[in-house]
């Protein structure tokens, strides 16, 4: 029962065990599930794990509706007045940006757009052994950054307490689908999706057609109304029928999105970048150009947009290994033994300042937590009986119905990653075996912030 | 690779190394608790080779701009039909992985996993040692080996 209840306070501490698995085991002789099934970040699949799209589907059905009811209200009432009076080539051109425009809108919102797969449980405390062994001796956790090389010029890795690893250079955490995607640009809502190393081509390519559809329909829309006064026909109802109204507020916006994106993509950097500043020259003494760049317009553009295409590293059809989950079950009765008898009040005490440190931190780093109340309080994590902090966090909801869920998990997962105690919650089987390991394989500069 | 059956218990991470960029590039850094069970210069070989394979991958060139603004022409539909190059590199690497653990690392114990299944962070080696289903009974032993009572 014990081992249940473990392992009920972080299911997804494990990157591929199902709730459902794991308390009830005997039941796990059923049809295989895939990974999308049992995939940890706020997302929706459909088609069986081929189509992706943030849970928070923002405003993608808005985004379709102006541009199918833009396009449509110009079909229906200026091509016919233009087809008769300029050519029959508008509403072919029109036409084939419209599909383009579509394609390219359904492209960015269902691809993957470069999610890293969470830490697996030995990835995690590899990290976990490689931060400790740097030469803390305080109590208090240092800010976990990493400083690497990339060109020559220093670049800080950030550690993601959700995802239990050190991000790659250019990633980023989406809090509102609680992935960290790489070359993170932002977060989409007309889209209905992150923007992101693997569909940023696609969304340029939305936003670049959609400029010239928008541009090209407002161009017919003010010719059809200028032959219309020639000719001396009703000018109001002509201005009534057609999509001038729309056109105008948008094509401004849609032309002005795409001017900065080009901007970014002539100099190799993301929306992300660019707003936070992180390579302007304004900042600090030292030279603190764009490392990615490669120091030409064109060869930017090229490998933006043109470069290769990446690979999906979520594998969302792939099947959840069914003895991977069973063994997790298995290994956390045998191992909870050992464990507890490791426990002692030193440690406790320790590990008890350690949450409530991480879990401020935690609050900081996230910050979704709203003024509510979360269900996992300071009092209740503060007992070093392991029951019951497994309770109180099992307590919140793992679905992302509540906003506190982030904040609730993140602290979890804090409580997991720092606490030898509470890894028992999240049954490592390797984690003994890992720290057999003699010493460090690769000495990177920890660099504690001040 | 199922974490109960490294009955040793080590598993050993090649990070990246991001010195040139965001391209997919792996340390070449030997761990020094695989020097007695395999040679450096073979297991530098093989991230080498496998840093070639992925740059191979991620080359921008004239076939990956062909690449770009075919796709590009037909409003990326032909990615539904068509395998993109990385693809194809990809599977030659997990070819060349499977051919390294048969022929160099099982013989010494040992397993790499493929980067991709740990999205190409870190090329995950894990000492392998075979001794049929004692898998979790060493595994609990090797754990009251490693606490101090």
């Given at each position: 029962m014990k081992s249940c209840e473990y392992q009920q306070i972080?299911?997804?501490?494990?990157?591929?065990?199902?709730l459902s698995a794991q308390s009830h085991p005997q039941t796990k002789a059923q049809r295989p599930r895939r990974k999308w099934e049992v995939f940890p970040g706020k997302n929706r699949f459909f088609c069986n794990g081929r189509i992706i799209l943030s849970r928070q589907s923002g405003v993608l059905p808005l985004t379709l509706g102006l541009i199918v009811i833009t396009c449509g209200l110009f079909f229906a009432f200026d091509c016919p007045f233009l087809v008769e009076h300029l050519t029959v080539f508008i509403p072919v051109i029109g036409g084939a940006l419209f599909v383009f425009v579509i394609l390219s809108l359904f492209r960015t919102s269902f691809t993957d757009p470069g999610i890293l797969p969470r830490a697996t449980p030995d990835e995690a405390a590899d990290i976990e052994r490689q931060i400790d062994s740097s030469g803390s001796s305080s109590y208090r956790p240092p800010p976990r950054t990493k400083e690497i090389l990339i060109n020559q010029q220093v670049v800080k890795l950030k550690y993601c307490f959700t995802c239990k690893m050190f991000r790659p250079p250019r990633t980023s955490h989406c809090s509102l689908c609680d992935n960290c995607v790489e070359r993170f640009d932002h977060h989409c809502p007309w889209v209905g999706n992150c923007v992101g190393k693997r569909n940023y081509r696609f969304f340029y390519s939305f936003i670049i057609s959609l400029s010239f559809l928008t541009s090209f329909i407002f161009g017919c829309v003010i010719t059809h109304l200028t032959l219309r006064c020639h000719a001396g026909k009703s000018l109001i109802q002509a201005i009534q029928e057609s999509p001038l109204v729309i056109c105008f507020f948008s094509v401004w916006s849609i032309l002005g999105l795409s001017g900065f994106h080009t901007y970014l993509v002539a100099s190799n950097l993301t929306t992300n970048e660019d707003i936070k500043g992180s390579w302007s020259s304004k900042r600090g003494a030292e030279d603190s150009g764009n490392p990615y760049t490669y120091n030409g317009i064109i060869k930017n553009c090229c490998a933006t947009l043109c470069g290769p295409m990446p690979p999906s590293l979520?594998?969302?059809?792939?099947?959840?290994?069914?003895d991977e989950a069973a063994a997790a079950a298995c290994t956390s009765e045998i191992e909870l033994p050992p464990f507890t008898a490791k426990n002692d009040t030193n440690m406790c005490t320790q590990s008890t300042k350690d949450v409530l440190e991480r879990m401020l931190h935690s609050s900081d780093f996230h910050g979704?937590?709203?003024a509510g109340p979360p269900k996992t309080s300071p009092l209740g994590l503060e007992a070093s009986d392991s029951l019951g902090a497994a309770r109180a966090p099992s307590?919140?909801?793992?679905?992302?119905?509540?906003?506190c869920t982030t904040c609730a998990r993140s602290r979890k997962d804090s409580l997991h990653s720092i606490n030898p105690a509470f890894r028992l919650a999240s049954p490592s089987p390797s984690l003994p075996r890992v720290n057999l390991?003699?010493?460090?394989?690769q000495e990177k500069g920890f660099i504690p912030l001040p | 690779m199922r974490p109960l059956e490294t009955v040793c218990g080590c598993v050993f991470f090649i990070q990246r190394d991001y010195s040139e960029g965001t391209t997919c590039k792996f340390q070449t850094k030997f761990p020094s608790e695989l020097e007695t069970r395999i040679e450096r210069s073979l297991f530098e070989d093989t991230v080498k080779t496998l840093n070639n394979y992925y740059a191979e991958a991620e080359k921008i060139g004239g076939q990956s701009y062909l690449e770009g603004c075919l796709a590009c022409a037909t409003a990326y539909l032909i990615f539904l039909c068509m395998e993109t190059r990385y693809e194809k590199v990809l599977k030659k690497i997990a070819k060349y992985i499977q051919e390294q653990n048969e022929k160099i690392y099982a013989p010494r114990g040992l397993l790499i996993t493929d980067p991709i299944e740990r999205g190409m962070r870190v090329i995950e080696i894990s000492i392998y040692e075979?001794?049929?289903?004692s898998g979790s009974s060493s595994s609990s032993s090797s754990v009251s080996g490693s606490t101090t009572r």
């Open positions: 972080d299911p997804r501490a494990l990157s591929v065990s199902p979520i594998d969302r059809r792939g099947f959840v290994p069914p979704v937590c709203p307590m919140c909801s793992r679905r992302a119905d509540s906003p390991a003699l010493s460090d394989t | 075979d001794r049929g289903s």
